[in-house]
């Protein structure tokens, strides 16, 4: 099992991450993806990927996450005078020059995107993704995208920016429209502890159709720490439970754990251009 979305550094600061991914290990897990959310997580990703290697690989991506676009920001609690501009267009200087000399950890481009709930204005949140995508055609690595109320804003985004390559959508939630849309671009669609809810009808429908018609286009993922699977609310996430997301696939769709594992693991094989052996 491959978790393509784990903020490693952000699980850092809540639990031990050494018996975190020993943890993951004993549940299967083989590899993690850590997209970054500023500047600072490059590095520090890239670092934990070193040091952690003989564990499992991990690996990395670069980028400006739309939240941490301000200074004090996780908890949506940010006024726009938080927002320096001038710091932004910086440190996407800084993308770029870290994007001209690539750890060879880095896979993708990201964590980018649109929060529509966010204090951060969108035309700012739009220059920044079409920034991002622009970099990810230049060096030919795949795109990490956040959404959140706002798939026609980043379908909007491929186009203005003439975006040519492909990337995930994580924590896909919406309809199979919305999910064709992506798909017909050749991007992947993440898949999380959203589908362990009962409520979550629409993404479980959804998640149907894309089994039944896409499943090479499917990733797991757990976005831990954050998105707690259902029945964990109240601890940190980890990708150890990356296991219930392939649990309730097996429940509601009967596809065994085995063929979901399998189909994943090659799908992000493809999708981040990694030689299998
Ligand atoms: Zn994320």
């Known amino acids: 099992m491959i978790d393509s979305h784990c903020h490693l550094d952000l699980l850092a600061s809540k639990v031990d991450l050494r018996t975190s991914l020993e943890r993951a290990t004993a549940a299967g897990l083989t590899r993690i993806m850590a997209p970054s959310i500023n500047l600072q997580s490059w590095e520090a990703l890239q670092a934990l990927s070193e040091q952690y290697s003989s564990l499992l690989p991990i690996d990395t991506a670069i980028g400006l996450h739309p939240y941490f676009l301000t200074d004090s920001n996780q908890d949506n609690t940010a ?115 959203t589908i362990t809810y009962e409520r979550a009808h629409k993404t479980r429908d959804t998640l149907k159709y894309l089994l039944e018609h896409h499943f090479d286009k499917i990733l797991l993922e757990t976005d831990a720490p954050d998105m707690p699977m259902y029945g964990r609310q109240g601890a940190p996430n980890e990708s150890q439970y990356l296991s219930d997301v392939v649990n309730v696939m097996h429940e509601l769709f009967a596809i065994s754990p085995k063929q979901t594992t399998s189909v994943t693991t090659e799908n992000y094989f493809r999708l981040f251009k990694i030689a299998k052996y």
């Open 79 to 193: 006024s726009t005078t938080d927002i320096h501009e001038q710091a932004i267009y910086d440190n996407l200087e800084q993308l770029k020059a870290a994007a001209a000399t690539l750890h060879p950890s880095v896979k993708a481009v990201g964590e980018t995107g649109i929060d529509g709930h966010i204090n951060v204005p969108l035309t700012l949140q739009k220059e920044v993704l079409h920034a991002h995508l622009k970099l990810a055609d230049t060096v030919s690595l795949p795109v990490i995208l956040h959404h959140r109320k706002s798939h026609h804003l980043l379908l909007e985004a491929f186009k203005q920016a003439k975006y040519q390559g492909v990337g995930v959508v994580h924590a896909f939630s919406g309809s199979v429209e919305a999910a064709k849309a992506y798909i017909e671009r050749g991007f992947y669609l993440g898949i999380g502890g």
